[in-house]
């Protein structure tokens, strides 16, 4: 079952410890969302133009139910995610909608930058089946010797629970950032001509979430 708090302190560590200690560290792990490149990222087959930006925010707001990206002509959303440097990514939080339009599963691509959803096609580097988690209480952890020098992830939420359109109110990323210079100016070549809808066609406890 998930736990809010994840259980790698130690052994000593109670759980009153934990739980007064867990909003801070939280809020400096899932920090990532400041090493992304917003200009650049993109979300495809969202209802709103730019929603899918709006979920990448600090630990602190991930909450806020005002701000949310839909999925337009089916369930699927597809995230192009350029980060300014490398990461090594290590948990991921997903909060999806309280209700049937929150997606049941999370397909990962390492640095596959502008992916669209023929590309999608392919083997991911690692799938997740999700459960419902309305309060950010559930992180997934990619394989670290995957998930290291990233500087470009996709994340592709192909179903839900049932509902037509999909409902994500935030992505919280946890790991760690290092400068890269040798491939930012390539990204930013790259992202700088941004084609949402490409190929459309049909417009802390992380145990046991991995389904490969």
């Known amino acids: 079952m998930p736990h809010g708090h994840s259980h790698n302190h130690g052994g000593d560590c109670s759980d009153e410890a934990a739980h007064?200690?867990?909003?801070?560290?939280?809020?400096?792990?899932?920090?990532?969302?400041?090493?992304?490149?917003?200009?650049?990222?993109?979300?495809?087959?969202?209802?709103?133009?730019?929603?899918?930006?709006?979920?990448?925010?600090?630990?602190?707001?991930?909450?806020?139910?005002?701000?949310?990206?839909?999925?337009?002509?089916?369930?699927?959303?597809?995230?192009?995610?350029?980060?300014?440097?490398?990461?090594?990514?290590?948990?991921?939080?997903?909060i999806g909608g309280n209700d049937d339009s929150h997606p049941n599963k999370m397909r990962l691509f390492k640095n596959r930058p502008k992916m669209t959803f023929d590309d999608v096609l392919v083997k991911a580097d690692q799938e997740f089946e999700l459960s419902p988690d309305y309060r950010g209480e559930i992180e997934y952890s990619p394989k670290v010797v995957t998930f290291s020098s990233v500087y470009h992830l996709s994340i592709h939420f192909p179903t839900n629970y049932g509902a037509d359109n999909t409902c994500i109110h935030y992505i919280g990323l946890r790991g760690e950032f290092s400068e890269a210079h040798y491939h930012g100016v390539t990204i930013c070549n790259y992202e700088a001509r941004p084609n949402v809808t490409d190929h459309k066609n049909k417009l802390y406890d992380s145990v046991n979430h991995s389904i490969q």
């Open 20 to 94: 007064i200690d867990q909003p801070l560290e939280m809020g400096i792990e899932y920090s990532l969302y400041e090493k992304i490149d917003l200009d650049n990222l993109e979300c495809l087959n969202e209802e709103l133009e730019g929603s899918g930006k709006r979920v990448f925010r600090p630990y602190e707001n991930r909450l806020d139910t005002t701000q949310f990206v839909k999925s337009d002509s089916d369930e699927e959303l597809l995230f192009n995610i350029p980060f300014t440097g490398n990461i090594k990514l290590k948990g991921i939080i997903i």
